[in-house]
């Protein structure tokens, strides 16, 4: 192992339909590993098909952890999950496994890596600017924050609301650039970090693959059985790329073929803002999700 005597953390990122499931089962495999998920989205119970979560068939023996905790009318919590991950982290240390941290969620991950501290909350300031998100709707909301913040701007979908004004609530609370309030990288816990990436024009099939096969698995019916548990009222849950498409559909605003062209749109222009993120960070270390020695190159990172 890597980490000189001292525990630590492997984490497995990068952007969506690059490989990552597939190389942290067989690291999990190899190395004796357990893995830690960190994809926001795969914390919803009953979102499966549109997260491409992993069927027990396809965990092959390998522990999951933070998998289905939040209801779909839960609205994400950084903060929260960074208590859990880090709690399921250590218990994985304690009975000498070895913790993969996996997922395409930038924040989540360096949440959990490193010291870092959320800035506070103001009850007035949040109440004010999520009567405006109903007012005015995302959309304009998210042109202030390019005002205010480029940088944050490029890194939240226009169509997330909710993300949207917390970074405004953080700027008017701070006075700096939302940005400006993530810390200076200091280690929590020991790590080698793997990306895992292909070529665009890769990645973009394969993200059509995957939206075809959503379709076909039966997203449509996971989503309507979501609507009694509150899917439509989830602020988080509800704007999922896929699961907003597939309720324009069921709600015949949207046809299949132009719901599913909407998610393959969404899903690269998210894998765009992913690699922003990540590519950022010195400290990962890039392969190719489609070579053969794929594993091998892995591995070698752990030695």
């Known amino acids: 192992m890597p980490f000189a005597g001292a525990p630590g953390v492997i984490t497995v990122v990068g ?8 190389l942290s089962i067989a690291l999990a495999h190899e190395l004796g590993g357990e893995v830690v ?24 023996g390998v522990a999951h952890h933070l998998l289905d905790i939040w209801d779909v009318t839960f609205p994400a919590a950084v903060a929260e999950y960074q208590g859990l991950a880090r709690a399921a982290i250590d218990d ?5 496994r070895v913790p ?12 959990v890596l490193e010291e870092f501290e959320f800035p506070g909350t103001d009850p007035g300031i949040r109440a004010r600017l999520e009567a405006e998100l109903a007012s005015v709707g995302p959309a304009a909301l ?29 700027i008017e609370l701070t006075g700096r650039p939302f940005t400006a309030a993530l ?38 019916d996971e989503v ?3 609507l009694p548990r509150g899917l439509r009222d989830g602020r988080t849950a509800s704007r999922a790329l896929g699961y907003q498409q597939a309720l324009a559909q069921v709600d015949g605003t949207a046809t299949e073929e132009a719901a599913k062209a909407d998610t393959v749109r969404g899903t690269r222009r998210f894998v765009r803002r992913q690699r922003s993120w990540f590519r950022r960070d010195p400290s990962i270390t890039w392969l190719d999700g489609g070579s053969p020695t794929l594993l091998a190159d892995a591995l070698a990172l752990t030695e």
């Open 100 to 111: 993969l941290l996996v997922g395409g969620s930038g924040l989540y991950v360096r949440a």
């Open 37 to 60: 998920n960190a994809d926001s989205m795969q914390l919803y119970r009953g979102m499966d098909i549109g997260t491409a979560k992993l069927t027990m068939a396809e965990r092959a």
């Open 92 to 96: 994985i240390l304690a009975r000498g």
């Open 15 to 22: 952007p969506t339909a690059a490989g990552k499931s597939a």
């Open 224 to 226: 309507r059985a979501l």
């Open 142 to 170: 998210h042109d202030q924050l390019r005002t205010s913040d480029p940088v944050a701007a490029e890194q939240i979908l226009p169509s997330n609301g909710r993300r949207i004004v917390r970074a405004l609530e953080v």
């Open 183 to 220: 810390p200076a990288p200091t280690p929590h816990y020991p790590s080698v970090q793997i990306g895992v990436d292909r070529p665009t024009d890769v990645l973009d099939e394969r993200i059509a693959l995957r939206v075809d096969l959503m379709w076909a698995a039966g997203l449509l």
